[in-house]
């Protein structure tokens, strides 16, 4: 599955709403919908000026949608879905972010980083249509690149 849209996207987001995250040992999994918008609240907060690796956070956990049955190539599925919409960078953040030893950037320590706070620590982090603009934003700017190549 390729997004070839914002709304696309955010439709899939939505539809995270009530999916619960079971990967992570035998208690209830986090709310994927709840669980995105905190990672991507908390990159917010510590890399402001980050778009890319905020909407990463935003965008990771797609995978349980488009694969629920096992996690082995979620976080591959969800990459080439985002790519072409989101950019190079975050594709290659959500495809890596998963992965558990080799090398690691501070951008996917981040990520990682974000993600597991967010499993632990529970905030409002506003709704999903607060990323909208930002998800337009980096659309854009990946299609303007994308033109060029």
Known sequence: MELRSVEELMDLLYACRGVRDTAHGPAPGADLHDHALRTAALLRRGRPADKELQLAGLVHAVGHLLRPAGPAGRAGLAAD???????????????????????????????????????????????????????????????RLGAVD
């Not at 709704?127 to 980096?138: A, G, H, S, Y």
């Open 81 to 143: 879905a985002v790519g072409p919409l989101l950019g190079r960078r975050v594709a290659r953040l959500v495809r890596l972010h998963p992965w558990r030893g080799g090398p690691l950037d501070d951008d996917l320590l981040s990520l990682r980083q974000a993600d597991e706070d967010a499993r632990t620590t529970v905030f409002d982090a506003g709704v999903l249509e607060d990323w909208r603009t930002v998800l337009e934003l980096v659309a854009a700017r990946n299609s």
